[in-house]
């Protein structure tokens, strides 16, 4: 059973930073995708970045430059790096986990999201 897990959810001020993680377990697949989603208040949920089983990674166009997502294995965890924080990141923020298939088309699993918030 595949389980995802976000932490590190918070407030912070503009400007700031934040780390959030995803430890996951139960995925066997050796290529896969893992993103991060995000969904403001009254929005639709939202692609953010992903990185796959080859280490590639992207990054929507609203946080390029700022955001940085990784993958430590050996803890199974998924981290998101969220610098200069803006208003407009406000959230939740969800984990994802789906199959490589020469890119990363759908998502199969999700975790429960975590909270961010960013004041102005």
């Known amino acids: 059973q595949v389980q995802l897990v976000e932490s590190g959810g918070g407030s912070v001020q503009s400007g700031g930073s934040l780390r959030v993680s995803c430890a996951a377990s139960?995925?066997?697949?050796?290529?896969?995708?893992l993103a991060w989603f995000r969904q403001a208040p009254g929005k639709k949920r939202e692609w953010v970045a992903n990185?796959?089983?080859?280490?590639?990674?992207a990054y929507a166009d609203s946080v390029k430059g700022r955001f940085t997502v990784s993958q430590d294995n050996a803890k199974n965890t998924l981290y998101l790096q969220m610098n200069s924080l803006k208003p407009e990141a406000t959230g939740m923020y969800y984990c994802?986990?789906?199959?490589?298939?020469?890119?990363?088309?759908?998502?199969?699993?999700w975790g429960q999201g975590t909270q961010v918030t960013v004041s102005s």
């Open positions: 994802a986990a789906g199959p490589f298939l020469r890119m990363c088309p759908n998502y199969n699993y």
């Open positions: 990185i796959d089983s080859n280490g590639l990674t």
């Open positions: 139960g995925y066997t697949d050796s290529r896969y995708c």
